[in-house]
């Protein structure tokens, strides 16, 4: 069964690839600058998962994931699921989610949420590689380091424009830190077995 992980960022209602933004970086940081309220929710990154060709984690139109804390849980999940012997472990990368990891055997992992999402359906119980799936979180998870990292140097590169309270701000919502760590957690864990 293919599997194709990657992230995306919500501007407005629109989602588009990380990619996407790493071509844009001054546009993306103009877009958190000139909002009128900057709060947590004015920051949407997730990943989005399909499988066999089709939406996991969303419908036809978009996906569902919410902010970059949030989504930094399926980090923690493999981590646990690499580095013990826990079973399943709770991965809520939306704020309504309910979303599980499951360790079907050493090398499968059942993916699942059944709570509702935007679309009104549910994320249905799918089994993943657990080393396949590991490695395209970690590499969407590379990239969007490398994105946070270019947004910082952005917002430097602007100097006094850039307030510095909103510079922090911007900064501290990208979660680019929690993602380092985790990211780090989960490659020693997975490197020590």
């Not at 958190?32 to 990154?45: G, I, K």
């Not at 849980?73 to 979303?99: D, K, N, R």
Request: with cysteine; aromatic share 10%; net charge negative.
């Amino acid at each position: 069964m293919s599997l194709q992980v990657q992230i995306r960022i919500r501007t407005n209602d629109d989602q588009f690839p990380l990619e996407y933004w790493l071509q844009r970086v001054p546009e993306l940081a103009d877009y958190y600058l000139t909002q009128d309220r900057l709060t947590c929710c004015s920051f949407q990154a997730g990943f989005c998962i399909d499988i066999a060709g089709k939406r996991w984690n969303g419908d036809n139109d978009s996906y569902d994931f919410d902010e970059p804390w949030m989504t930094s849980h399926w980090l923690h999940g493999l981590i646990i699921m690499f580095g013990s012997s826990t079973t399943t472990v709770g991965v809520g990368f939306w704020e309504q989610s309910t979303a599980t990891i499951k360790r079907i055997d050493q090398d499968i992992l059942e993916i699942e949420d059944p709570a509702a999402h935007s679309g009104g359906g549910s994320c249905a119980p799918a089994w993943v590689n657990a080393n396949e799936f590991a490695d395209q979180i970690t590499e969407a998870t590379k990239k969007y380091i490398q994105l946070c990292e270019k947004i910082e140097e952005e917002l430097v590169r602007r100097g006094d424009t850039v307030p510095d309270e909103k510079k922090e701000k911007i900064i501290n919502e990208l979660y680019s830190e929690v993602f380092r760590q985790k990211l780090a957690e989960l490659e020693e864990v997975r490197n020590s077995k």
